[in-house]
């Protein structure tokens, strides 16, 4: 395990990729197959493999208990090392006892890591944490600590380490890729590299692929300079979500790969019905249906009316009746046993449009074919009561004209939508990616994706509650504040994040808490300034928060560079 973090420090002592690539790729090429294969899952700052549901549930607060009694150190003295660090495992590395021996090794971690993730009760799951910390020295204390958090932070994404791998073993990156993609397990993707069988990874239902990103644009006449004669949908305020279905069984995976089937189990009876097995990205979205016999069409309801859903291991009948949803489904990557993703979204439209309209009990549908003309219609079965979830096929609009756009633009705002999505037919599906071949048109008040790193308690009727929140946006691997904002959630909401915070806390400074960067929130702001406040260099005139992004990981967070944009454009605007 020593080599392993010698390694880590050494990835994260440069900014080069292709160095840091080499020295992955380097380390592992010395290694046994099993222990590499371990070695490149820890790298990847996971303890288990994406395709499985094992969860350590050994969260900050018991971690940062263990560090306590094992260093000997004080409440202060670790507060104090963490305002130096801001991360906890540099905290394990600065107070853990120098000397130790190190007799731990990667496969002998990566037991220990099950044994945790199997122990049941705080009792059993803390003896078993603090064995394995007990016999680390302080560097490997630091990365079973940033691996067991998932915040390895070392500038090494898993496409490096893809790309070491392919290095390490004279593989193409391609076929590495692919193989992970396939597999959902970089470990057992090392394991076929090794032996030179990466042709025979097979896809691997029921673990969730990468989704593909769109990129902002500011008007329809931008939109179409990339291409004349796109797919247009609405773009829906939900959840985006990739359904894998087979054999009657369903599992919903969230945009940050979490699983989510259980706060949603009436689509997963919607979606059992499918008459082959498939993986569908989509949204869901809470839904408002029509009374029986009207003329109206069901709509989407705001995303506020979908979070009561959120994050619910059991969800009653009468919620079930109070916030229905349907998912709309809007592409399709596997079907039938092929891999669709190098397909042209085209061919895969049609597929989704093929796999709808086959016969299923009491789900509805609707063909993109009727809905490219100049007006589409969502098809109710007034028969299915809104307990029966709805599966619906997202209407997909054609304009080649920016007046077009502008129209439909205005539709979709008028039916409470966010906007629009623009998407050339032409194009594949790049898991993961963010690029030009799908657009979204908002025009909406800027806002930025930030993570919470500090909160404070509130005050008159917020006396006990954490409401106080300070955020902050990437720059490069580490985070910088941007601004505090207090308003925006719902007293429930600010109830259950009091909770969620304490049991995430890395230091108490009284009032205020320093917190795991663990939550997204999404903030809205009247304009940007330069200001020395915030260690980003800017501050947000009026922030509020929008609502919190469950959605998304940390990582997805904004950038600092984006910041600058706004602020740019901001001004150039003003000027």
Not at 94 to 112: H, I, S, W
Not at 204 to 232: N, Q, T
Not at 313 to 335: C, G, H, I, T
């Amino acid at each position: 395990m020593v080599e392993l973090a010698e390694t880590a420090e050494r990835v994260a002592a440069t900014t080069k990729k292709l160095e840091k690539t080499a020295l992955v790729a380097d380390y592992l090429r010395a290694r046994p197959a099993e222990e590499a294969a371990i070695s490149a899952l820890f790298l990847s700052g996971r303890p288990f493999p994406m395709r499985e549901e094992t969860t350590l549930n050994a969260g900050g607060a018991l971690l940062w208990q263990q560090i306590k009694k094992i260093s000997g150190k004080s409440d202060a003295q670790l507060e104090a090392a963490y305002r130096r660090h801001g991360d906890i495992g540099a905290v394990s590395a600065e107070v853990f006892p120098d000397g130790r021996p190190a007799t731990l090794n990667v496969v002998e971690v990566e037991r220990a890591f099950r044994q945790i993730a199997g122990a049941r009760g705080v009792a059993a799951k803390t003896a078993a944490l603090g064995e394995l910390l007990a016999r680390a020295t302080r560097l490997e204390a630091k990365y079973l600590v940033k691996i067991m958090t998932g915040d390895l932070r070392i500038g090494l994404k898993e496409s490096l380490v893809e790309g070491a791998i392919a290095r390490a073993y004279g593989q193409s990156s391609a076929e590495v890729e692919r193989a992970n993609m396939l597999l959902g397990d970089i470990a057992e993707t090392v394991r076929l590299a090794a032996a030179g069988r990466l042709g025979e990874a097979k896809m691997r239902l029921f673990h969730p692929l990468g989704f593909m990103l769109a990129s902002p644009v500011e008007s329809a006449e931008e939109a179409l300079a990339y291409f004349k004669d796109p797919y247009i949908e609405h773009k829906y305020d939900g959840i985006r979500a990739q359904a894998h279905v087979s054999a009657g069984q369903v599992r919903l995976f969230s945009r940050t790969r979490d699983e989510i089937t259980e706060s949603f189990p009436e689509l997963g009876e919607a979606l059992a019905t499918l008459a082959q097995e498939a993986i569908l990205d989509g949204e869901i979205v809470a839904w408002s249906y029509p009374e029986k016999g009207s003329p109206q069409q069901g709509r989407a309801m705001p995303f506020s009316a979908l979070q009561q859903r959120l994050g619910r291991k059991k969800v009653s009948q009468e919620l079930m009746r109070q916030v229905p949803v349907a998912y709309l489904a809007f592409d399709m990557l596997y079907a039938g046993g092929n891999l669709l993703i190098d397909r042209p979204l085209a061919e895969r439209a049609r597929l989704v449009d093929e796999l709808l309209a086959a016969p299923r009990s009491k789900i509805l549908g609707i063909s993109s074919c009727e809905a490219l003309g100049s007006q589409s219609h969502l098809a109710f079965d007034p028969d299915v009561q809104p307990l029966a979830a709805q599966l619906i096929r997202a209407p997909v609009y054609r304009g080649s004209r920016s007046e077009q756009l502008d129209e439909l633009f205005m539709a979709a705002k008028e039916r409470g939508n966010e906007g629009l999505m623009i998407k050339d037919p032409n194009s594949v599906y790049t898991p993961g990616r963010r690029g030009k071949a799908w657009l979204k048109m908002k025009r909406e008040l800027a806002t930025l994706d930030a993570v919470v790193t500090a909160v404070e308690y509130g005050h008159g009727k917020r006396i006990g509650v954490l409401s106080d929140y300070t955020f902050a946006v990437w720059d490069g691997e580490r985070l910088v504040n941007i601004g505090k904002a207090y308003s925006g959630l719902t007293d429930a909401e600010i109830a259950e994040m009091t909770n969620w915070f304490l049991e995430h806390t890395t230091a108490d400074r009284g009032l205020r808490l320093d917190v795991e960067p663990k939550i997204v929130i999404e903030v809205a702001f009247n304009n940007m300034m330069r200001s020395g406040r915030h260690n980003s260099g800017y501050a947000l005139r009026f922030p509020r928060i929008v609502r919190l992004r469950p959605d998304k990981r940390p990582e997805e967070a904004d950038t600092l560079a984006r910041v600058k944009d706004i602020y740019e454009r901001q001004h150039r605007a003003a000027s």
